[in-house]
């Protein structure tokens, strides 16, 4: 089964996704509708499906003119329902459902916004992750606790090393500049922020990425690591707490 994964540039640093296989097309996401119209007209798609992952305005306000222009489906979290656009589905954690042939997982990755959620399709081997695990990131924790999220990204990080990850936003350099200060003798970590800045001087998207490569060089999944917390002088102390000793620091960079 083939699949076409289009990377749709939205707003000033957001990305929304285009998945097409079978005939059909569905979108993670919908920043706004004009850039994802325009793509889906130059390809002779039509929209099936909108998956939303969480309610912040940056990944829903394009629904409402996307269904007025093509009347897809539109999936999102149970957990979240009422702060999202009307669903015509509402998923749970570990439900899977159907998308012309392909299954779907979805996994409750709370703690950017409670009900936050991503989408995992193993035969594409593809998650679409948009503000909880980013390219050498993750989001603020904005409703969850850190607990929450550290949980949610071992979730991810549990997925098929080669499983492509699909975010939401182009923080990629800054997040690695972040990363360096963490781990500054990381050669997995150097040698990506170079091929980031390359990208990002010719004006690149750097998502997807390879979650095999985060788990070398994104510091928010590396909170368990002995290096990283005697690096940042907490040697016994638990992987949560480090964790969140990470995401304070990067809310302050």
């Known amino acids: 089964m083939s699949f076409e994964i289009v990377t749709v540039p939205c707003l000033s640093d957001n990305y929304a996704y285009l998945i097409h296989t079978q005939g059909k097309t ?8 004009a850039p994802i119209a325009a793509e889906l007209s130059a390809r002779g798609w039509t929209l099936d499906e909108i998956w939303v992952t969480h309610h ?4 829903i306000g394009g629904i ?3 269904k007025e222009m093509f009347n897809p489906m539109v999936r999102g979290a149970a957990a979240d329902a009422k702060r999202l656009p009307k669903l015509d589905a509402a998923h749970g954690d570990g439900e899977s459902f159907d998308f012309s042939g392909v299954p779907v997982q979805v996994l409750d990755v709370s703690g950017h916004t409670l009900g936050h959620i991503a989408f995992y399709l193993a035969d594409a081997q593809a998650v679409f992750t948009a503000d909880s695990l980013m390219a050498f990131g993750c ?27 699909y975010s939401g936003h182009e923080y990629t350099l800054n997040n690695a500049k972040f990363a360096k200060t963490i781990e500054p003798e990381n050669a997995d970590l150097l040698a990506r922020l170079e091929k980031v800045k390359q990208a990002s001087a ?5 998502v997807p990425s390879l979650l095999a490569e985060e788990l070398e060089t994104n510091p928010f999944l590396r909170a368990g690591l002995s290096q990283v917390k005697s690096a940042l002088n907490m040697n016994g102390a638990g992987d949560a707490e480090v964790f969140a000793e990470i995401r304070r620091r990067k809310d302050s960079f």
């Open 26 to 33: 569905a979108l993670v996401d919908a920043p706004e509708a």
């Open 56 to 59: 912040h305005n940056d990944h």
């Open 64 to 66: 409402a003119a996307l």
């Open 139 to 165: 989001g603020r924790v904005f409703e969850g606790t850190m607990e929450q999220m550290w949980t949610s990204l071992r979730k991810i990080a549990a997925l098929p090393g080669d499983t492509m990850v």
């Open 202 to 206: 010719r004006s690149e998207p750097t």
